[in-house]
């Protein structure tokens, strides 16, 4: 079994595999422009976070009903399992669906039937963050919070996501003041293709508790000392660091410099039906590439269960960082 972990970055419309997207598309008869599934896996190949983008949204179409967000959550935590993930933190794209006529409603009794059954069918705890889309207006993103009011319950926090550049964080100070207000959780991406500024902005501005990617914060000497003294978490990606060339080849990840600098990193998988593997498979793709040790691995581990929002469940968060202290590491 895989070191026990948290996956902290993870949106759950980024764990549509191939096959669920064509049966899904056969179900809600919904014609996708490619021919299978093979057509479809060759046009995984992004220049930029764009064109990523591009296609991740273009195959949010055949997602119409509560239970194909069932479906698809249940999917990714029976693979996430798998791999070693305890407790999942996921996001998930509400405007995207919105425009599509699919309400906010729709989206989230959907993924919280899956979430219910988590923990009994995959030991796997769980919460739900919403996120806001960057390259929509504050406006829009207003709005959104509003559709969400009646559904708190189920929803732990905000984040935000889509096209970085060009759309820095101050754009949402009251979206995220409204949000505090409501008790709810603040993260956001920044810094992976925008510059260190935005994280800083993210942090001054936002208030986030948690950067996502954050890897552009290297940029920043004062910045690095900051997230370090504060203790702020990142949640890295590697394996889509490298599909969206954000680095060049995973070798050349900074992850091993980050956690000799004393920041909070953790690993996580950000779109795994996309980029090439889930949660486990970054620890290993990292773990290769880079050469990490057992103790830079646990201390992977511990981080993320340390960054995630467990504080309603103390003990719970004690006893997956006991699992990891107590977990044997093959040697390799
Ligand atoms: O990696 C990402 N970056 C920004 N927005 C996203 N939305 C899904 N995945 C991503
Ligand atoms: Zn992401």
């Given amino acids: 079994m895989p070191v026990p972990k948290a996956e902290l970055h993870l949106h759950i419309e980024g764990t549509l595999e191939p096959e669920l997207a064509f049966a899904l598309a056969a179900r809600n008869g919904v014609t996708l422009p490619y021919a299978d599934t093979e057509a479809l896996r060759e046009a995984y190949r992004f220049s930029d976070l764009q064109s990523f983008l591009d296609l991740y949204y273009s195959l949010m179409a055949v997602l119409r009903t509560a239970d194909d967000f069932t479906e698809l959550a249940d999917a990714y ?27 906010m409603g729709v989206v989230v009794e959907g993924l919280g039937a899956a979430l219910d059954r988590a923990e009994e069918r995959h030991g796997i705890s769980t919460r739900l963050i919403m996120c806001f889309l960057r390259d929509e207006s504050a406006e829009s993103a207003m709005a959104t919070l509003d559709a969400a009011k009646p559904y708190l319950d189920r929803i732990i926090g905000v984040g935000l996501d889509s096209a970085e550049v060009g759309h820095p964080p101050a754009k949402f100070r009251e979206v995220y003041e409204e949000a505090a ?7 956001a991406h920044a810094g992976e293709e925008g510059p260190a500024a935005y994280i800083r902005e993210a942090l001054d501005v936002l208030g986030v508790e948690r950067v996502d990617h954050g890897l552009r914060c290297l940029e920043d000497p004062n910045l690095v000392a900051r997230l370090v003294r504060d ?3 990142l949640t890295l990606c590697p394996l889509s660091n490298v599909r969206l060339r954000a680095i ?3 070798e050349q990840h900074p ?8 920041l909070v990193a953790t690993v996580n998988s950000d779109d795994p039906a996309y980029f090439g593997g889930y949660a486990g498979d970054n620890f290993d793709a990292v773990r290769g590439a880079l050469g990490l040790g057992e103790e830079e691995l646990r201390t992977l581990a511990r981080n993320s269960f340390e960054a995630s929002f467990l504080e309603d469940d103390e003990e719970r968060r004690e006893r997956y960082l006991a699992e990891v202290d107590a977990y044997e590491f093959e040697r390799s």
């Fill in 255 to 262: 992850l091993r410099e980050m956690l000799s600098a004393g």
């Fill in 231 to 233: 203790r702020v978490p």
């Fill in 77 to 103: 935590l029976a693979r996430a399992a798998e791999q070693g993930v305890r407790h999942a933190e996921i996001f998930f794209d509400p405007q995207a669906h919105a425009v599509r006529g699919v309400p």
């Fill in 181 to 187: 207000r409501l008790g709810l959780r603040r993260v």
């Fill in 248 to 250: 060049d080849v995973l």
